[in-house]
């Protein structure tokens, strides 16, 4: 089993910045992607981001130029939000792949609130 730990939300002003990390641990086979999906009240959870264990990354088209996803050298990825809107607003979760005698298992984190609002 996995365990997805995030931080980094909280209550932004428009134009502001925030940095969220979220950190796999416990019986991991191989990863294959660490992402981030985010889920607005009322509206479906959507991708934001993505990178692949090859490196490259996707990026949802509402945030390209204003967020930044990146990994460390081990399980953690991080998700650089810059220029925030009150439209980002939202739940945003982790998401982990990982790969385990061929077969994709995915694993959510328990969310964390971005708030931006003047």
């Known amino acids: 089993q996995v365990q997805l730990v995030e931080s980094g939300g909280g209550l932004v002003q428009p134009g502001g910045s925030l940095r969220l990390s979220c950190t796999a641990s416990?019986?991991?086979?191989?990863?294959?992607?660490m992402g981030w999906f985010r889920q607005a009240p009322g509206k479906q959870r959507d991708l934001v981001a993505r990178i692949i264990s090859t490196g490259t990354t996707h990026y949802a088209d509402s945030v390209k130029g204003r967020f930044t996803i990146s990994r460390d050298n081990g399980n953690t990825v991080y998700l650089e939000m810059n220029s925030l809107k009150a439209e980002d607003t939202a739940v945003y979760y982790c998401?982990?792949?990982?790969?385990?005698?061929?077969?994709?298992?995915?694993?959510w984190g328990q969310g964390t609130q971005v708030t931006v609002s003047s």
């Open positions: 416990g019986n991991i086979f191989s990863i294959y992607s």
């Open positions: 998401n982990v792949e990982e790969l385990r005698f061929g077969a994709l298992n995915g694993y």
